[in-house]
C-alpha cells in the first residue's frame, strides 16, 4: 500500500503524487462523495492500492488538517485571497466573506493579495489599510506590470498555498507571472456583466519552490449555511478579545443590550464595514438554514 497526496480530481479519476510517481487512482465505493461528505478533494493524503495494470484504487483517507470547503482543497498551509483593485472592483461583503471562509477552515496563514493594482485610481499605499490594522497581510501587486510579486513569491516559499477568489481577478495570470512554467489558462473579464469568465476548470497542486500554489475556479457568490452562528464571530479576529464579556450569553451581537462587542464597534474599536459585514453573513446564514430545513421537510 503506497501513501500519496491527491493533486488533482478530474472525471472521477484522481492523480496521486506517490515516491512510485504520479497514480491515476478510482475510489473504493465508501469514499465517494455524499451529501454529509466532502469526500476525497485534491490535497487529501490518501493511501493507495497499486494494481498491476498501473492504476490505483484509495483505500484510505488519512487525517486532514484543515479543509477549505469551497473550492474543496485540504491540507493547506496558507491561503491567499486574491482580489482585483478594479476590473472588477472589490465588493467589501464579498471580500468579508471570503475571510469568513478561510477562517472557518482553519487555516493559519491568511493573505490578502489585490492585484491590478496599476489601474486603481487611488492611494494604492492605504488601499484595505483596514484590514491589515486587523492583522491580515496586504500584498498590493500587479500581473501585468510586476508591481509586488517578489513578496508574493517570498510568501510562496515553501507553503501549500490556495489563491482563492472571484472570477476575473486575475490568479491564473498572477500565478503565471510568478511562474511562466506553470502556463495556466488566463481570461479577460466580460464588458457585459463585468465578471470573468471561468478558466480553471478544476482545483490541481502545482509544484512551486518547495512547496505547491494551488490555482482555484472562480466564482462570485458562496454559501455558508453549514457554519454554526455561534461559531461566527470567532471568524471576525478583532471580535475575539471582546467575546464572552456581553452581559447575556450567549450573544449574538447584534439585537442584545449590553454586548461588548456592540460596544468596541461604538467607540471604533472595531470597524463599522466589518460589523456591518457580520451582520449581514449572520442574517444570511439563518436564512438559508431555515430554507435548508424545509427542504428536509418535505
Not at 464579556?245 to 474599536?269: I, L, T, Y
Request: with cysteine; glycine share 8%; hydrophobic share 40%.
Amino acid at each position: 500500500m503506497l501513501e500519496g497526496r491527491v493533486i488533482k480530481a478530474y472525471n472521477s479519476f484522481f492523480y496521486v503524487a506517490t515516491s512510485e510517481g504520479l497514480i491515476s487512482s478510482k475510489l473504493r465505493g465508501k469514499f465517494k462523495k455524499t451529501r454529509k461528505s466532502t469526500g476525497v478533494v485534491p490535497g487529501d493524503r490518501v493511501a493507495v492500492e497499486l494494481l498491476p495494470d498501473g492504476t490505483g484504487v484509495i483505500e484510505r483517507l488519512l487525517p486532514r488538517m484543515n479543509l477549505l470547503r469551497r473550492p474543496a482543497v485540504a491540507n493547506l498551509t496558507q491561503v491567499v485571497l486574491t482580489f482585483a483593485a478594479a476590473q472588477p472592483d472589490l465588493h467589501p461583503l464579498l471580500l468579508n466573506r471570503f475571510l469568513v471562509l478561510a477562517e472557518w477552515s482553519g487555516i493559519d496563514k491568511i493573505i490578502l493579495c489585490i492585484n491590478k493594482m496599476d489601474l486603481y485610481a487611488g492611494d494604492g499605499a492605504s488601499f484595505l489599510a483596514l484590514y491589515e490594522d486587523i492583522g491580515y497581510p496586504v500584498l498590493r501587486v500587479s500581473a501585468h506590470t510586476g508591481e509586488g510579486l517578489a513578496a508574493l513569491r517570498e510568501h510562496l516559499c515553501g507553503e501549500t498555498s490556495v489563491f482563492a477568489g472571484p472570477s476575473g481577478v486575475g490568479k491564473s495570470s498572477l500565478m503565471n507571472a510568478i511562474d511562466p512554467s506553470l502556463a495556466l489558462q488566463t481570461g479577460e473579464v466580460s464588458d457585459k456583466i463585468k465578471r470573468g469568465r471561468h478558466t480553471t476548470r478544476v482545483a490541481e497542486l502545482l509544484p512551486y519552490a518547495g512547496g505547491y500554489v494551488v490555482d482555484t475556479p472562480g466564482f462570485s457568490a458562496m454559501e455558508l449555511t453549514e457554519l454554526d452562528t455561534a461559531v461566527l464571530p470567532d471568524c471576525f479576529p478583532e471580535f475575539r478579545p471582546y467575546l464572552g464579556h456581553c452581559r447575556f450569553q450567549p450573544c449574538s451581537h447584534s439585537h442584545e443590550p449590553d454586548c461588548a462587542v456592540k460596544a468596541a464597534v461604538a467607540s471604533g474599536a472595531i470597524a463599522e464595514e466589518r460589523y456591518q459585514a457580520y451582520l449581514s453573513i449572520l442574517s444570511e446564514i439563518k436564512e438559508n438554514q431555515v430554507i435548508a430545513r424545509k427542504k428536509e421537510y418535505k
